[in-house]
């Protein structure tokens, strides 16, 4: 018993073992609820199922966080609070792009559950190595912060400029490489990611992989682009691992359940790009303002994040009234 005590009690990464399984706990949970119970087979998910999808993630996220300003204390449940919501605003622009994807490949509705859901599980292990070597990092360099403020501020920039830039799938470097070096089917096998089919040279049965394999593996890699945006301006609020990480892990999951709603109607949040961009700039020259102001209590980073994604989501619905063109999936 004691023995059991001490491994649950042991310290990783700065707080309890107990605490990191809890968590992995409610994750496997909702993966399992979701995949076992709610989607056995391949159906499509409408607006008011991912609606209805989304609120229960959201809840049990903002009930996590609740704890989480119990237990570990005000100033925790802040920053869970502010970095849950950076991370959910900046993975709107990879609603976007994963509507493309799928346009692109023209995965019927009904097939894009499976790769979203596998797609999750991909995330939440680069996530983990992410987020565990920018810690070290972190601990090890303290400069390394500064970086990341001035690289956040330079992403904020960027993105500001090229709000209105339109990835282009066709010519994505990682596809083409993909379908370079892979043996790729013509068109869909139903769901399955990889099949065996003769060989169109020798008629030996060979690997196959199919566009819905493709498309998981670059949804996988925009979302690790999107990853190196998003993990330092967490870090850029706190620099607690397990802060970190669950309020990156809830975030996306209810982001990736509520894609069925926002794809239809991701045209009507042009303007939230712009509000991202300075949300990015505020966070990173946080960094460089203590040095001369002090330490910016986290109420007022959540304040000033929230204030700016409200203001970008009112007045891109404003900007886009009667618009009714979207990137919708196939």
Do not use: C
């Amino acid at each position: 018993m004691d023995i059991i005590l001490s491994f649950f009690n042991a310290d990783f990464l700065g707080k309890p073992a107990w605490i990191w399984l809890a968590f992995i706990g409610i994750v496997v949970s909702l993966l399992a609820f979701d995949l076992g119970v709610l989607h056995k087979g391949d159906s499509e998910i409408g607006v008011r199922e991912s609606l209805l999808l989304s609120a229960g993630y959201i809840s049990v996220a903002l009930m996590f966080g609740a704890w989480v300003w119990w237990y570990l204390g005000a100033q925790s449940g802040m920053e869970y609070l502010t970095g849950f919501l950076i991370e959910k605003s900046l993975s709107m622009d990879n609603v976007f792009v994963i509507a493309l994807i799928f346009s692109y490949f023209a995965i019927p509705r009904q097939y894009q559950h499976r790769v979203l859901f596998w797609g999750i599980l991909g995330v939440i292990v680069l996530r983990a190595i992410m987020i565990g070597l920018g810690a070290t990092l972190v601990s090890q360099f303290s400069w390394i912060l500064y970086l990341f403020g001035a690289f956040l501020v330079f992403t904020g920039i960027k993105m500001w400029i090229i709000a209105d830039h339109m990835p282009d799938i066709e010519n994505n470097p990682l596809l083409k490489f993909l379908k370079k070096h892979m043996r790729v089917t013509d068109g869909l096998r139903g769901n399955a990611f990889w099949v065996n089919e003769p060989d169109p040279a020798t008629g030996k049965l060979v690997r196959f992989a199919t566009p819905l394999f493709l498309a998981l593996v670059l949804i996988e890699f925009a979302d690790l682009v999107f990853a190196v945006d998003s993990v330092p301006a967490i870090f850029a609020i706190t620099t607690d691992p397990f802060i970190v990480y669950t309020s990156n892990i809830f975030a996306i999951l209810g982001l990736r359940a509520l894609y069925f709603a926002l794809a239809a109607m991701i045209h009507r949040f042009t303007y939230l790009k712009y509000a991202l961009a300075l949300v990015l700039v505020f966070i990173g020259s946080k960094i460089f303002l203590v040095g001369i102001i002090g330490k910016i209590p986290p109420v007022v980073s959540l304040t000033v994040t929230f204030g700016l994604i409200v203001g970008g989501v009112l007045v891109s619905l404003w900007k886009t009234r009667g618009q009714s063109t979207a990137v919708e999936p196939t």
